[in-house]
């Protein structure tokens, strides 16, 4: 990869110390090529030698500017005023990364706080935080970790499970049914559509999106005014009462922060759990290290299994709101650009050693769950997933045994670091003390 990068370079400089890259000119990069999920850190650093601000072209997405280090991703992700979400802050129309030919239906849910900026976005934010944080100061590790063992429950007695369908996908669509309070009897029905439209992103199938999403919208709805006649238990409920200054969310809005929650925070979590696995499994020292002491190491563990397998390797795109110089490159008012944020993991600059896996890393500053206004807002909730996912998990199977590394079937879709199946054989051996 690196000489593809360097054609690309020898037209980069302009002999003044300002980069020469030009959007019309993007480097020859295979985004999602497999070197990109199995061998991570060298992938990016190749990115990172080609400089800090790259020009690319995405899938779907076309030419963006791409950040490659840890200071240019952090900066970019924390300047919300240079860039921005909204195209009518930059001169253009529509939201960064949401093509014309979107369906209707996902345009609707468009009307995200993560595709806000200030200051509806702050208001947006404001109103869910609250009921978000309300349930999380209730404790809810007890709850998430019994589902974990009810999924897992179904799993006893066989050679090989498939850890993604089995589990990892299982359990934070139970856990964000559950936080949503949606009745336990069309939580089957509501994973085979989530299923569906997270699948359906992937290449021609995305046509699929187009004939299940009226069908989900259509019942958050109807879920939505249940909860506005019958108040109940759970996060739709406590959204549709949110207030604050006597500022409410509209239907519309609470619609899409419905879906926003779901899809953000699924697929995610769900690559976050199998790609520790994996870590986990081929760093057998480090793993030894963390079950010696589960519930003291758990925290510092967690941080370090998302900084090195990081499972969203990059944001989602911003534009930018003028035209200005970021990182020795020119930048056009108008242009889009996204952070990757696992180059910003990996970036020697900010973490020594960044292709090892160091348990008790400290200080771990990662980008994991992205920074400035559009932090992660389910990051502690999906702390708590992973947290207790793997101690259910290894408490009740402690010897896994995985499939080779070219045996893994990574997910080819771009931003995301996963695995489509995880074949494991669970062998006996001793509890851990995460039990
Ligand atoms: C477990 C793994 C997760 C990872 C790695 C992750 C990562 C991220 C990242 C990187 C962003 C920023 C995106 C950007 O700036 O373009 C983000 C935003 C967001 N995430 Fe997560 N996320 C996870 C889980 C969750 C969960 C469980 C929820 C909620 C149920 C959630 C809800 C959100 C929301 C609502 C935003 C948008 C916040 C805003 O615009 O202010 N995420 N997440």
Redo the contacts with the bound molecule.
Sequence with gaps: MTSVIASGRAAASDGGGVSAYSLANPLRVDLQSLESKQDPFAFFAGLRDAGPVIPLKMPFVGRVWATTTYDATSAM?KDNRLFVQEGRHAGKSGVAGLSWWMPHAIKVLSNN??LKDEPD?RRL?RL?DQAFQRRLVRGMRGEIEALADQILDETEGRHEIDLVSAYARRF?LEV?CW?LGLPEENRGKFAEWANHMTSALRGFAALRIVFTMPGVVKYVREQIEKCRKNPREGLISELVQAEEDGDKLSEDELLSMVF??LF??FE??TH?ITDSVMALEQNPEQKAFLFDNFHARMERATEEL?RYTT??QS??PRYVAENCEFFGQKLQRGENIV?F?AAANYDPAAFDEPGKLKLDRLPNPHL???T????????Q??RV??QSALSRLYARYPNLEIPAPDELQWIKRFGLRGVSALAVRPHGGEMCRAA
């Design positions: 992700l706080m993560l976005h934010r869910v934070p964000i936080l926003l929650l953000a925070g995610t979590t976050f998302g499972p969203v944001t989602k952070g944020l994991v769950f992205g400035g206004i559009h932090f992660c807002l389910g990051m909730l999906a997933e992973v």
